[in-house]
């Protein structure tokens, strides 16, 4: 059974990295994709970026295209997001999630929601 566990956000000034994680506890996700979205408050869960079960296909946002990369690793059952040049339009709590039907980018479409882990950034 997927469980999905965020990771890796934290305090960070523009112009900083930082790479977050999200782990399948339950090893299950190897033939999923997996989805990052962000959601800050009042506000909707946005796609960020996702990636297909073989890690062959990626897409992202057009606002983190560029600066992001969201990349797998089956042997670790994890899928990683690199963010690079972060701005104050990405302080949100990131979630990842998976999806049976390949790359998709409304939320509604996605389950196994993590818990997410907060990413702040700070002029």
């Known amino acids: 059974q997927v469980q999905l566990e965020e990771s890796g956000g934290g305090l960070v000034q523009v112009g900083d990295s930082l790479r977050l994680s999200c782990v399948d506890i339950?090893?299950?996700?190897?033939?999923?994709?997996v989805g990052w979205f962000r959601q800050t408050p009042g506000k909707e869960r946005d796609f960020v970026a996702a990636?297909?079960?073989?890690?062959?296909?990626?897409y992202y946002s057009d606002r983190v295209r560029g600066r992001f990369t969201i990349s797998r690793d089956s042997a670790e059952n994890t899928v990683y997001l690199q963010m690079n040049s972060l701005n104050l339009d990405d302080t949100a709590v990131y979630f990842c999630?998976?999806?049976?039907?390949?790359?998709?980018?409304?939320?509604?479409?996605?389950?196994?929601w993590g818990p997410g882990t907060q990413v702040t950034v700070s002029s």
């Open positions: 999630a998976t999806q049976t039907e390949g790359i998709l980018t409304a939320a509604n479409t996605y389950d196994n």
């Open positions: 339950g090893r299950a996700f190897t033939h999923l994709a």
């Open positions: 990636i297909n079960w073989d890690g062959a296909s990626t």
